[in-house]
């Protein structure tokens, strides 16, 4: 069977598939006969839900440290509380439901009544309790490894993925994304560029409006109990080029393929090759060439792919991550080792980006009409000052190992910037008082309104520098929601209109001794690089993986001029 969809990054994958099946929040009560026999399925479920939290607990460990890791040690005590427990196992007894019932009970009884409470951090347990309550229920229903079971590297298909989901992925098992729904600038889109692996979206798995690519029907079709296509296991293929995704292929479709694919690894075997050179033109202009990145362990592969350091630290992974309000002290630990990691290299984090398409249920934020243009990023921080305050002392604290900037996001007016700036220094003084020892920081902030490019002259005397975030200036310039996959077709991220603020961006900037660089998703577009250069732009921050291949662009183009043809 060949199903088609759109292709989000190039490249071939082949493997098993495996169903990425969210868990149905709607948990059923019912009625049980056995209940000794319930109470043990419940015990097994609970010591299985802490095997997978010790199992977490190290590889959070390895990754992101000992102070986010012990969240899970928490979790694994709560599981052990004897009130809990018992709230459980009495509910099956006297009442006779089943565990799930019993479990998804006990959890919003306690967690209503950890909320109720006047101390801070008994009230912080409330997300705890419906966390390990959540993830009993899974493990009874089975599906708390979220469809990826087994350590085998697989192909995942999903409806489509959260922020969220995606932060929480075992990435290394992954080879390829496939959702249903989603569109080319979703956040699955940008994680798969960002693991440089194939991913397609818009792939009907159920068969209605599905484009087939052979003779089989969609009542030939076998599915499982809960409504999914029966394709756990089986063997597929995605063909990020052509946007074709292929089940159980014929021996001769599969050693094409197994060919394309070594032909594709070759390629990158001989980009390997320009790691160590210069990002520098045909004709001798150097550009600063640095790496997009989402959490703590991303920084391995912007130094593995040889990035000139980080152009965009999305520090909102963090929120996402979290199951309640970062700490400054977690937020510290996370770019304190960012910053050592990068040994010096420049490190800009980009402050809280939260709201629109990234959401963390304990910010409380309101259901919007139009989220994208509406409660997110420096609005909320500037009238959250204590969330924000909080992510600049962390920030300025790591600052005094490396060598960090900090930007700002979704900036519309100099007042805002000029916020900002009394802010830190409340944020100074503070840090002065108690000791710690910080460095200055280089500010910036994101271009990615049409009214940050029109007063782009008046906010380049505040910062030291730009970075041009294409996906939302797109957006917001051509009036089309990105998230929309209806709108893919017109959604033109080359429109001339981008391309002139950009270029005035450039101008205007330099004309106030303030750097320019572009962290969109467009900066990785090599069929721009050249137009780029000679527009002026300093910066270009990508995703890891397409580090060598923009050098490569980059070393083969000519910056000679300044006036290039519009």
């Not at 190039?10 to 098993?16: C, Q």
């Not at 427990?85 to 565990?99: D, H, L, P, Y």
């Not at 999914?228 to 599969?254: A, Q």
């Not at 924000?388 to 900036?411: D, E, H, V």
């Amino acid at each position: 069977m060949i199903l088609q969809g759109k292709s989000v990054f190039g490249g071939i994958a082949v493997g098993k598939l495996a169903l990425y099946r969210k868990r149905d929040d709607q948990v059923k009560r019912k009625k049980i006969s056995d209940v000794e026999a319930e109470i043990r399925r419940f015990e097994k479920a609970r010591k299985q839900a802490k095997e997978q939290l010790g199992t977490l607990y190290e590889k959070a460990l390895k990754e992101v440290g000992e102070v986010n890791a012990m969240i899970f040690e928490v979790h694994q005590m709560m599981l052990d509380d004897l009130d809990y427990i018992e709230s459980i196992t009495n509910m099956i007894r006297t009442q006779g439901v089943n565990a799930e019932f019993a479990a998804a009970t006990a959890g919003d009884n306690f967690s209503q009544m950890f909320a109720a409470m006047e101390d801070d951090y008994m009230r912080e347990r409330a997300a705890d309790v419906r966390d390990i309550s959540n993830r009993l229920i899974a493990v009874l229903q089975g599906t708390a490894s979220g469809g990826i079971d087994g350590e085998e590297p697989v192909i995942l298909l999903a409806d489509d993925l959260a922020p969220s989901e995606t932060v929480q992925l075992d990435k290394s098992r992954v080879l390829s994304f496939v959702t249903r729904g989603g569109s080319t600038n979703s956040h699955t889109a940008i994680l798969a560029r960002t693991m440089n692996i194939p991913a397609l979206i818009g792939v009907d798995f159920f068969g209605s409006g599905s484009k087939r690519q052979d003779e089989t029907s969609a009542e030939e079709d076998r599915f499982a109990e809960d409504g999914w296509p029966d394709w756990d296991g089986k063997t597929g293929i995605v063909d990020g080029y052509t946007g074709k995704l292929y089940i159980e292929p014929d021996e001769k479709t599969l050693s094409e393929y197994r060919a394309k694919k070594e032909a594709d690894e070759q390629k990158r075997r001989l980009l390997q090759e320009l790691k160590g050179k210069a990002n520098v033109t045909s004709d001798g202009r150097e550009i600063n060439l640095y790496a997009n990145i989402g959490s703590v362990s991303d920084a391995a592969g912007a130094l593995a792919n040889d990035a000139g350091g980080i152009g965009l630290f999305r520090s909102e992974f963090l929120y996402l991550e979290a199951e309640d309000y970062p700490g400054e002290e977690v937020q510290f630990a996370a770019y304190k080792t960012v910053a050592e990691n990068m040994a010096g290299k420049k490190v800009i984090i980009r402050t809280l980006d939260i709201g629109a398409d990234k959401q963390a249920d304990y910010f409380g934020l309101a259901r919007e009409d139009n989220p994208a243009m509406g409660y997110r990023a420096i609005r909320i921080c500037l009238e959250r000052r204590d969330i924000f305050k909080t992510q600049l002392r962390a920030i300025y604290r790591a600052s005094y190992y490396g060598t960090i900037s900090i930007m700002f996001p979704m900036i519309i007016s100099v007042g805002e910037v000029r916020q900002i700036k009394e802010i830190i220094a409340e944020v100074k003084a503070e840090l002065n008082a108690e000791g710690f020892l910080y460095r200055d920081c280089e500010l910036g902030i994101m271009i990615e309104t049409p009214a940050a490019v029109m007063i782009s002259e008046l906010l380049a005397r505040e910062v030291d520098f730009f970075s041009v975030g294409t996906n939302d200036l797109t957006q917001y310039t051509l009036a089309i929601d990105r998230q929309n996959p209806k709108l893919d077709n017109i959604y033109d991220s080359h429109h001339e209109a981008i391309l002139r603020m950009i270029r005035m961006v450039v101008e205007n900037g330099h004309k106030e001794n303030c750097w320019v660089g572009i962290c969109g998703e467009l900066g990785a577009d090599t069929t721009l690089t050249e137009t780029f250069i000679r527009m002026g732009i300093d910066e270009l921050s990508v995703t890891p993986s397409m580090i060598l291949p923009v050098r490569d662009a980059i070393r083969k183009s000519r910056a000679f001029s300044q006036d290039f043809a519009r």
